[in-house]
């Protein structure tokens, strides 16, 4: 049977086995994003970030099950940047998300890889595939580590960046980058000594920018502000509804120059890999006889042939 009508019928084999193929197998990816991107680009994305350790996981499972009452159907791709081989991160997001997880939720977590907007493109297909398969919103959950955050904050719809008191370095993280990115900011463990001041802080850095985010504390252990912070998610997601078609233009226009480069950079590493062409030149600029300018022009020329 084709895999897409197990996909519509939101079988979770079906989606496990559609994910699977999107990191592993280009070709047969391929073929499948074909067959459904017509039908994409119509779910809400929530991209939720923030320092390890700032309680993400179970902030998310929590969330989840209000989201679910609240009439939504969400799913949550776990961003491992560990490799597939070790699983640490994924064991520690599934046992986190376990309520979650027994409601119906569909949580998998997918690997972050080094290449050119790697994390962008299975992480683009894996959202339309979840969203094919029924799911809405879809929560993409990662590691606050640099890069990564700025290519999920292009992707979500809603970008939350979360805290917590015990990361000792949140208030230089609040300054390095994350400022930029957040329509929510959630300080987390509210119960332990430090989230009043956290908070403040990200008030008064956060507070004022132009994006006017909105700051909530929270609680995953007494459940405090869980509930505001998914009313609060619900209503964001019905206002960006109506600007979603833009969105997704710009999005797709993103999305093409990502792939563009990056059959760009694998004709040049396949180029230079085979050599030939390329040592030529590398030798005349070794031996003075060429400028690096020169001798990329001609390269360049190689390439595009």
Do not use: C, W
Not at 148 to 161: L, M, P, R, S, Y
Not at 203 to 226: A, E, F, H, R
């Amino acid at each position: 049977m084709d895999l897409t009508t197990d996909l519509k019928k939101g079988k979770r084999g079906a989606i496990a086995k559609a994910i699977s193929l999107i990191e592993n197998d280009p070709k047969a990816a391929r073929i499948l994003i074909k067959k459904i991107f017509k039908s994409s680009g119509k779910a809400m994305t929530i991209g939720i970030t923030g320092p390890a350790g700032a309680g993400k996981s179970s902030l998310i499972n929590k969330t989840v099950m209000h989201l679910k009452k609240l009439g939504t159907k969400p799913a949550v791709l776990a961003i491992d940047p560990t490799s597939h081989v070790t699983g640490g991160a994924i064991l520690g997001d599934r046992v986190r998300m376990i309520e979650s997880t027994d409601s119906g939720t569909y949580i998998r977590s997918i690997a972050s890889r080094g290449a050119t907007g790697a994390v962008s493109n299975s992480l683009r297909n894996s959202i339309r595939i979840l969203e094919y398969a029924g799911f809405d919103p879809i929560i993409i959950e990662s590691v606050g580590a640099g890069q990564t955050e700025i290519e999920i904050a292009k992707i979500a719809d809603i970008t939350v960046v979360v805290f917590n008191p015990y990361t000792g370095d949140s208030i230089q993280t609040i300054k390095a980058g994350l400022t930029e990115i957040g329509d929510i900011y959630i300080v987390n463990k509210s119960d332990l000594s430090g989230a009043a001041q956290l908070f403040q802080a990200v008030q008064n850095y956060i507070g004022d920018s132009q994006k006017n985010p909105v700051i909530l504390m929270t609680s995953t252990k007494s459940s405090n502000g869980i509930l505001e912070f998914s009313k609060i998610l619900l209503k964001m997601m019905k206002e960006k509804q109506k600007t979603k078609k833009d969105t997704e233009k710009l999005r797709l226009e993103s999305e093409l120059k990502d792939i563009v480069l990056n059959n760009i950079k694998n004709k040049i590493d396949s180029m230079f890999a085979s050599g030939n062409s390329y040592s030529k030149y590398l030798k005349q600029v070794q031996s003075k006889k060429m400028n690096p300018f020169e001798a990329a022009d001609k390269i360049s020329k190689n390439i595009t042939k």
